[in-house]
């Protein structure tokens, strides 16, 4: 029904570029997630479809037709705002209600739609006050109920968990999921949260400077990035980014190291990444090299371990019964079946 | 404690200074205004008359209402046409307005005049003979120019009106356009996406967050309203007859011109109550915690 369409926006205030000549198609019922660091122009394609902001070039559609010229309140989405938007001088209720009051909706069913949107965020209790007298984990899921309580063409939520504590957060994360599901609608929404990208989206738009960077669904992204930047970005611990060249089949660090077995020809300038999960540790002597351990890190559900050989050092993540201090020497295999290279220069993924 | 004593002696001199300058005066002209009090006649001010100088002017003075027929119209219609046409100007000229620049440097010039001179260059402007309105209205609508506005009861009011209405405009512009800076665009942005017409975002969203400042820039305008004095002094000096007398107008002419002092104390002080209650009313809104 409503799908959403860029096609070659840019953004741009005198010299600097906000948006760089981007194309995103979103699907139909699609939820999908702009990921990227805090300044990328997430909020700025946002307020683009929104129509709060006009792009430089390039044009928008929603649904099937183009939607440039259209002022927001005709283009039919509903927004989570960043710093909310909360009309200070309402109680809670009526700026839940303002967008179905303005839209004519009969005063009958105005109250039920209200009330369910305000269970919805766990509001109910808040109905009376002024945006003055809650808390900011509140605010917030006032401006969630005020974008829920309609049925749009398109959801757009911009950092709508931001502010909640981190056990709502996963509360309010499933609710989202579950209502995107069941209303079927269209949804845009920005994060810079990994695990809130990886939980919700059905695709991702990895974005930095402007730039969707790579474009894919939470799997692909983390699995199969095809560049240098979202290998960064995604996952924590961050992926292990080693310097180094590839000979005789083998990746040699700049530090001379020989760690691990590629495929492909030689090649002078690469990046090997390796993520944490992918270092496995071994008793000193029975991995391919030893190293020390650099620190040591114990979250509970797994171990972290920094290990150092040479100038370099790398993540990796153990089994939480593994036990170790700093200074302890211990066998490290890198595994070859998980490896990425990229090209230095270029910052491409090498496929090989 | 030592603190506490210099506090209050840092601001004695103030409020000596304004004891000497308002509220002696004050108390002064309330006593005046009980006694015969004639500039003219020896002994001033000649005994007490009760309150006679308060039912003469209510009982027997048709001047006295006419001036405050004059001065509440005059109030109400500058009160309220200043405020509709700055909050206009200041719609257009607040940031993400549609007018800005230069325009609102210009904007504060008018205010930069004093109201006496204000009056003065109304009333050559409206002169018959050389003024810039007959020689405009002499080319653009020449039966206009006929007129003589300001020996016509009715117009000579509303020349009056112009000129106030001209001079307040900037400063209030000003002032609601500070205001307006000061609501938060999110809440405009939001109730546009929500739905809302710029009508209704200007109904719901930004006039009610502007409401504070309305009220100051109303009830202040409401206090310069009521107590004008020099422009119209200048400008028509009340007529033709007593057509723009305003009550300022009145108590001065009362007082200076025929030298019934006592009688003009009593009348300034009738006017001293709305005075009263529009200054704590402003002081209210200015001194509230929001
Ligand atoms: N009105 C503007 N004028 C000039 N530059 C702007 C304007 N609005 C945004 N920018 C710039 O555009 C870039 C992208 O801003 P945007 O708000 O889209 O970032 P974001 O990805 O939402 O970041 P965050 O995660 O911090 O919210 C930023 O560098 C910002 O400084
Ligand atoms: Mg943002």
Redesign the interface.
């Known amino acids: 029904m409503a799908q959403v369409l860029l096609k070659n926006i840019t953004k741009r205030w005198g010299d600097f570029v906000g948006v760089d000549n981007q194309s995103l198609a979103v699907a139909d019922k699609e939820f999908l997630v702009l990921l990227g660091p805090s300044g990328c122009g997430k909020t700025t394609t946002m307020r683009m479809i929104a129509g709060l902001e006009e792009p430089t070039s390039g044009e928008i559609w929603i649904g099937d037709h183009v939607v440039n010229d259209d002022l927001p309140k005709d283009r039919d989405v509903a927004m989570v705002f960043q710093n909310y938007g909360l009309y200070p001088h309402m109680t809670i209720y009526d700026n839940i209600a303002y967008p179905l009051k303005v839209r004519g909706t009969p005063k009958a069913d105005i109250k039920p739609r209200v009330e369910k949107a305000a269970e919805q965020v766990e509001l109910t209790e808040f109905l009376h006050r002024k945006p003055k007298a809650l808390s900011g984990g509140q605010r917030q899921r006032v401006a969630l109920a005020r974008a829920i309580v309609r049925t749009p063409k398109v959801f757009l939520m911009d950092e709508p968990l931001s502010n909640l504590d981190a056990k709502l957060r996963v509360t309010m994360r499933a609710e989202l999921k579950h209502l995107s599901r069941q209303l079927q609608i269209t949804t845009v929404y920005v994060t810079h949260d990994q695990i809130e990208a990886m939980t919700l989206a059905d695709r991702v738009a990895v974005m930095e400077k402007g730039v969707i960077r790579q474009l894919g669904t939470p799997d692909e992204i983390y699995n199969d990035p095809s560049n240098l930047f979202v290998a960064g970005f995604i996952g924590s611990p961050a992926m292990n980014l080693i310097n180094g060249s590839v000979k005789d089949g083998y990746f040699i660090t700049t530090g001379g190291t020989r760690l691990v077995k590629v495929d492909g020809g030689d090649r002078a300038k690469v990046i090997l990444g390796v993520r944490a999960e992918d270092v496995d540790i071994h008793e000193s002597g029975q991995g391919d090299i030893d190293v020390l351990v650099y620190a040591y890190e114990n979250t509970g559900e797994s171990v972290m371990l920094t290990l150092q050989f040479g100038k370099q050092r790398i993540i990796a993540k153990g089994d939480r019964h593994l036990r170790k201090d700093m200074d302890d020497v211990v066998g490290l295999r890198v595994n070859p079946d998980h490896l990425y290279l990229f090209d230095s220069e270029t910052e491409e993924r090498i496929r090989y | 404690m030592r603190d506490n004593k210099l506090k209050y002696i840092l601001v004695l001199p103030a409020i000596i200074v304004v004891f000497a300058t308002a509220v002696w005066p004050l108390i002064e002209s309330l006593r005046l205004s009980f006694t015969v009090g004639r500039l003219t006649k020896p002994n001033f001010p000649q005994g007490y008359l009760g309150w006679e100088n308060y039912t003469w002017a209510f009982m027997e003075e048709p001047a006295f209402w006419n001036s405050v027929e004059v001065t509440v119209l005059y109030t109400l219609i500058t009160v309220i046409l200043t405020t509709l046409i700055a909050l206009g100007l200041a719609m257009l000229l607040a940031p993400g307005g549609r007018l800005r620049g230069g325009v609102q440097t210009l904007l504060i010039l008018p205010f930069a005049m004093s109201p006496a001179l204000i009056g003065v260059s109304f009333r050559f402007m409206f002169n018959p003979e050389f003024g810039l309105f007959d020689a405009f209205f002499g080319v653009v609508i020449p039966p206009l120019a006929e007129i003589s506005w300001l020996s016509d009861p009715t117009l000579a009011f509303v020349v009056c009106v112009m000129a106030d209405v001209w001079g307040w405009i900037p400063f209030l512009t000003l002032v609601l356009i500070g205001g307006l800076a000061s609501i938060?665009q999110?809440?405009i942005?939001?109730?546009?996406?929500?739905?809302?017409?710029s009508w209704?975002v200007f109904k719901?969203?930004t006039l009610?967050?502007l409401v504070p400042v309305l009220a100051v820039v109303l009830i202040l305008k409401a206090i310069f309203s009521l107590k004008t004095f020099d422009q119209i002094y200048m400008l028509t000096n009340g007529g033709p007859g007593t057509a723009t007398q305003t009550l300022s107008h009145y108590i001065y002419f009362s007082g200076m011109k025929y030298g019934q002092i006592g009688y003009s104390a009593s009348v300034a002080w009738v006017m001293v109550i709305p005075m009263i209650l529009l200054t704590f009313l402003y002081a209210r809104y200015v001194f509230q915690k929001r």
């Open positions: 938060p999110d809440t942005e939001a109730a546009q996406v929500d739905g809302a017409s209704r719901d969203i009610p967050q």
